[in-house]
C-alpha cells in the first residue's frame, strides 16, 4: 500500500520558471492538502480540496495553483518561482467529513529557487 | 482565524527526566493531533483527541486535552533517546483545515 506519493523529492528551479509538485494518494480519501515546511519552522497550509473538483485556499495560497479532476490526484502549481518559495512542501490526506482521522503526509518535496 | 503556540520551541533533556509541552490554540475546536517528524523525514501521526478530558498514551507519551482551558499537553514519561524528534500539535477547525503548531524540537541525551 503506497498512502501519499510525491514526486520529484528534490528540485531546483531558477527564478520565474515554472513546475508543477505531483501528489497521488491510493487510499481513497476525499480530503487532499497542500503544506509547506520552511526551515526550522511549523506547517502552513497553502491549498487543500475536500472532494474532486473542489478546491480552497489555505493560510498561503499566494504563488501557487492546484486543480483536482480525480481522487487520487491533488497536484501544486509553482508559475513564476520565487526565492521564497524555497521550502519543504508535504502533500497530506484523509478521510475527512465526520471521520476525523488523522492527514497522512507523503515524504515531501525539497524545492530550492536560486 | 485558528492559532495554535506551542511551548517551549526546544527542549533539550537528560535521559530518564519527565517533561511536558504544552499547546496552547486560540478558538473553540475539540479535535486535536499530535505528529512526530525526525529530521528530513515525513510527519507520523502520534495521537487524535477528540474531546474535552480526552487522554491517550503510547509507551512514553501521553496527550492530553482541555478544551475548556484551550489547551493540549503532550507528556514524556523517562525519556529514552529514541524520542529526540520535532514534536508538532495541530487544530482542525469546522472548515476542516488543520492549522500547525511551530513544533517543539525535542533533544533527548545520554
Known amino acids: 500500500n503506497a498512502g501519499v506519493t510525491q514526486t520529484p523529492k528534490f528540485r531546483i528551479l531558477k527564478i520565474g520558471q515554472s513546475m508543477t509538485l505531483q501528489c497521488t494518494q491510493d487510499?481513497?480519501?476525499?480530503?487532499m492538502y497542500w503544506y509547506r515546511q520552511d526551515p526550522g519552522m511549523g506547517l502552513k497550509l497553502i491549498y487543500y480540496?475536500?472532494?474532486?473538483?473542489?478546491?480552497d485556499k489555505g493560510e498561503v495560497p499566494n504563488g501557487y495553483n492546484v486543480s483536482r479532476s480525480t481522487t487520487e490526484d491533488f497536484p501544486l502549481r509553482l508559475e513564476l518561482a520565487a526565492p521564497s518559495q524555497t521550502s519543504v512542501y508535504f502533500c497530506?490526506?484523509?478521510?475527512?467529513?465526520?471521520?476525523?482521522?488523522?492527514?497522512?503526509f507523503g515524504n515531501g518535496t525539497r524545492l530550492t529557487v536560486t | 482565524e485558528l492559532k495554535v503556540e506551542q511551548n517551549p520551541l526546544f527542549l533539550s533533556m537528560q535521559e530518564g527526566k519527565n517533561y511536558t509541552i504544552y499547546c496552547n490554540y486560540s478558538?473553540?475546536?475539540?479535535?486535536l493531533y499530535w505528529y512526530r517528524q525526525d529530521p528530513g523525514k515525513s510527519l507520523e501521526s502520534l495521537f487524535v483527541?477528540?474531546?474535552?478530558?480526552a487522554v491517550k498514551q503510547e509507551g512514553r507519551l501521553m496527550a492530553s486535552l482541555d478544551t475548556k482551558a484551550r489547551l493540549s499537553t503532550l507528556h514524556i514519561t523517562a525519556a529514552v533517546h529514541d524520542l529526540s524528534a520535532t514534536y508538532f500539535c495541530?487544530?482542525?477547525?469546522?472548515?476542516?483545515?488543520?492549522?500547525f503548531g511551530g513544533g517543539t524540537r525535542l533533544m533527548v541525551k545520554p
Open positions: 497530506a490526506s484523509a478521510e475527512g467529513g465526520a471521520n476525523n482521522s488523522p492527514l497522512h
Open positions: 487510499m481513497n480519501h476525499n480530503y
Open positions: 480540496s475536500v472532494g474532486a473538483g473542489i478546491t
Open positions: 478558538t473553540t475546536s475539540d479535535r
Open positions: 483527541l477528540l474531546s474535552n478530558g
Open positions: 495541530a487544530f482542525r477547525n469546522a472548515g476542516n483545515m488543520l492549522t
